[in-house]
């Protein structure tokens, strides 16, 4: 198991240098003059000039990406400073450090995934279990009919309605913002309940539909019918060995749902007006920021990568056929 966990670290670490790479020719190596987009529209030779000696652009390329590459790992010198590792450039908008601007903004992000996972991780596992394990009933059919629904909705949609109603014309809650869980916990979740639920409520329907079908397909695996013919409970079965076998997909989707939140929940947060890892990618892409948008890209890679490798792992912890294979 160790060499496993082993193996996908050395792994992702080659896979986040060749995205690296591929994000700097991509956009560092580009046709375009990188130096003019720093440089702004009323532009003097001078001024160019000293940008392009500022940002390094007057190195061969070679050099350029490997100060970029290295600078990830062990810092960098700019003009303006220096640039602790994990350095990802400075932005020519803005002026900071793309890695301190980045965990500025990472906090809400954080904050934003981790209400809605246990929001549609509790309610949509829960209403999926439910309704499998009283197949065929009224109950099944309203949980099965109601995901139906709501996956049918959107954020950008669901948002402006939820808005309307709890904050424009009751006034039950306050527009969403985000405050510090360490200053203000009670602060933290009243400023941001109504995207959390919004976000929340999309991914509920779609692991609703996906727990019930785990388990039915579980119900009728062989194990579970032997179980059963020697004379052991439906709900002993259901739990101890339906379950847990159902989990596999779950999980699987589930890593790749994190990583996307994580990367920037660009709809809610443009939605809700929030400033996290999604609004800077925007805004990255908006003022033709490419430090920025390099950074952001790269961040979003590395959550994908670790949480392939934590999903994996807990293959092996839900499954023991997996851990034998």
């Not at 549609?120 to 139906?148: E, H, Q, W």
């Amino acid at each position: 198991m160790l060499q496993f966990i082993i193996r996908r670290f050395v792994g992702a670490a080659v896979t986040l240098f060749l995205i690296g790479a591929a994000t700097f020719f991509l956009f560092v190596a580009a046709p375009s003059d990188y130096a003019s987009l720093a440089c702004g529209k009323d532009c003097s030779p001078a001024r160019l000039e000293d940008i392009r000696e500022a940002l390094g652009l007057n190195l061969p390329i070679a050099q350029q990406f490997w100060d970029f590459m290295s600078g990830i790992v062990t810092g960098r010198d700019f003009p303006t400073g220096h640039c602790d590792a994990p350095c990802l450039g400075q932005s020519f908008y803005s002026g900071d450090m793309v890695w301190d601007t980045i965990m500025d903004r990472f906090p809400l992000t954080l904050s934003l995934t981790a209400g809605s996972i246990v929001v549609f991780l509790t309610i949509g596992i829960g209403a999926g279990m439910i309704s499998a394990y009283k197949r065929g009933s009224a109950l099944d059919k309203i949980a099965t009919g109601t995901s139906m629904v709501l996956s049918s909705f959107q954020i950008y949609f669901l948002g402006p309605i939820v808005m309307l109603i709890f904050v424009y014309s009751t006034g039950w809650a306050e527009f969403p913002k985000y405050v510090p869980f360490t200053e203000d916990p009670i602060g933290w979740l009243a400023g941001l309940w109504i995207p959390m639920i919004v976000m929340a409520t999309i991914f509920t329907a779609q692991y609703t539909r996906m727990a019930r079908a785990s388990l039915i397909e579980q119900l009728a695996e062989e194990h579970v019918r032997t179980a059963r013919a020697k004379g052991m409970s439906s709900k002993y079965v259901f739990y101890r060995y339906a379950w847990r076998g159902s989990l596999i997909p779950i999980v699987t989707v589930l890593g790749i749902d994190i990583s996307a939140l994580l990367g920037g929940g660009v709809v809610t947060e443009l939605t809700f007006s929030l400033q996290g890892i999604g609004r800077l990618a925007v805004d990255g892409a908006t003022n033709k920021d490419l430090p920025l948008t390099m950074g952001v890209m790269l961040v979003g890679a590395f959550f994908i990568l670790l949480l392939n490798i934590l999903t994996d792992i807990a293959y092996a912890w839900i499954d023991p056929r997996v851990r034998l294979s």
